[in-house]
């Protein structure tokens, strides 16, 4: 039987430690470090294009989020402050020093609350999770229902048939179709508990940040510049792009990434 994914040439994988967790992570590149963390319902794998186009610069670390690909799933920690912990502490047993640290979605809002008490060298946050202070269109309760109800739902599909049911084709589908069947129906304990306005945090913020975000109007794209005013570094709207901002348009978004990086002097 062929196994669901082979691990990328250049990769290696371990485990660590990090706020009584055992945290899968995988490693590639050289150069100074980056901690990746990926968005709700993927695992590192997922973001293969992404780290492999880091990779040229950096020492990429990417981990599997508490609850996806083979990190552990415990009954509890969910909230806010426990997925901060987990990457801090992963940082830690990691051996990373002031490292650059690049988020998706919940990955991102994850980093930047990590940001205002943590010594970071820079920050890239790709479309964080509820970046402004909007009414969330489920009460907690339905949100924890639908995210349970929907994992269970991918557990008890094959492979084969979570790959169909993707609007995508190729080795990427097969990453998140992996991945759904790797999501533990606990993270509907992350689903219940949200999260708070990423935007909020962006006050606190010293390391220098870009913020990529989805193509929006230009009422949303003026507002989304303010609220990211107080951040050290650009908010980049990416045209044609949608909550996936590298899946979507990755040329582009990546050729902001490496502007940044390069006016930064970060590797």
């Not at 901060?84 to 640290?101: C, K, N, Q, S, T």
């Not at 048939?161 to 589908?173: F, K, M, S, T, W």
């Not at 940040?209 to 989805?214: E, F, G, R, Y």
């Amino acid at each position: 039987m062929r196994r669901p994914l082979r691990l990328p040439d250049g990769w290696t994988t371990d485990t660590v430690r990090a706020n009584d967790i055992t945290v899968r992570t995988y490693r590639t590149g050289a150069g100074p470090p980056l901690l990746l963390a990926h968005g709700f319902y993927e695992s590192a794998r997922c973001r293969r294009p992404i780290v492999d186009a880091l990779a040229e610069q950096f020492t990429v670390h990417a981990y599997d989020a508490r609850g996806h690909g083979h990190t552990d799933a415990p009954a509890t920690g969910y909230q806010m402050a426990d997925r901060v912990a987990d990457m801090r502490e992963g940082i830690a047993a990691l051996g990373l020093d002031a490292p650059v640290v690049y988020g998706h979605s919940m990955g991102a809002a994850t980093a930047a609350w990590l940001a205002t008490e943590a010594d970071l060298d820079a920050l890239v946050l790709e479309d964080p999770a509820r970046f402004a202070d909007s009414e969330p269109p489920m009460s907690a309760d339905e949100r924890r229902r639908f995210v349970r109800d929907r994992v269970h739902e991918w557990r008890s599909q094959s492979l084969a048939e979570r790959v169909d049911a993707l609007e995508a084709e190729g080795e990427q589908a097969r990453r998140r179709a992996v991945a759904q069947g790797e999501c533990d129906p606990r993270t509907a304990a992350l689903a219940h508990a949200g999260y708070p306005v990423t935007s909020d945090a962006f006050g606190d913020i010293d390391a220098p940040t870009l913020v990529l975000k989805a193509d929006a109007d230009d009422r949303i794209r003026q507002e989304e510049r303010r609220l990211a005013g107080p951040l050290d570094g650009p908010l980049v709207h990416i045209d044609g792009a949608g909550h996936t901002v590298v899946r979507d348009e990755f040329d582009a978004a990546v050729s902001e990434v490496r502007a940044f990086v390069e006016r930064r002097g970060l590797a």
